[in-house]
């Protein structure tokens, strides 16, 4: 009786190194795209909870400023996660406000994840004597930034970090204001026909200023 004996072959060497640089190629295309699809992936929800943060500032600012009792001062803190006035300022709170149950109808409302109880998210929101938004800062649990301005009334993200513009993204300079909602009324000064601003302070609280301090743009002083 006749049979055959079925005889396996194995991969060479060569062969082996061939698909093995095959599979390097394709990881070195892949891996970025990859990489790039979960980072915008990640910007895009930081956006989404800036637009919750920005919609629940606004309602319970809307609230406060149709109170009976709304006032301001040069810097008036409205809102912060430990009752703080920023900077202890002893007329930081006029309309004696309860800045820590403010914070957490904010947070509450918001029903951004990192906001709520336990969560390490912050942000600073600065309004205008209208108690319209004028900028938000959140720094969310992930270590993104996102970031809104009255200028433009555009939404952005960015990792912290990230090269932009101005340098390496960071909020260095405002985290000593985080948790809060805020009022300085440097906000409310208008920039002449070229865009430029008489008082340095003006300069540094306008969304050009806030941008150049977060290194988004170049920060330009002023002369």
């Avoid at 208008?190 to 050009?208: E, I």
Wanted: hydrophobic share 35%.
């Amino acid at each position: 009786m006749l049979y055959s004996k079925n005889k396996k072959r194995g991969f060479t060497l060569v062969e082996l190194i061939v698909v093995l640089v095959i599979l390097a190629i394709l990881a070195a295309l892949l891996i970025p795209a990859l990489t790039g699809y979960i980072d915008k992936a990640k910007k895009d929800q930081v956006i989404a909870e800036t637009r919750m943060l920005h919609e629940a500032v606004q309602t319970e600012m809307s609230e406060l400023y149709g109170s009976s009792n709304w006032k301001l001062n040069s810097y008036t803190t409205l809102a912060n996660s430990t009752g703080t006035v920023i900077g202890n300022n002893s007329n930081g709170n006029p309309n004696s406000y309860d800045l820590k149950a403010n914070y957490d109808k904010i947070a509450k409302l918001s029903e951004v994840p990192c906001l709520q109880e336990g969560g390490s998210g912050q942000f600073l929101v600065l309004i205008n004597s209208k108690a319209q938004i004028h900028a938000i800062i959140y720094h969310s649990d992930r270590g993104y930034l996102g970031l809104y301005f009255s200028d433009t009334n555009q939404y952005s993200a960015y990792k912290i970090g990230e090269t932009a513009e101005g340098g390496k993204i960071s909020d260095n300079m405002f985290r000593s204001y985080y948790s809060s909602v805020y009022y300085n009324a440097a906000v409310d000064a208008v920039p002449d026909s070229n865009g430029n601003y008489n008082d340095k302070n003006y300069y540094w609280w306008s969304c050009t200023g806030i941008r150049g301090m977060l290194n988004i743009s170049e920060l330009v002083f002023p002369s």
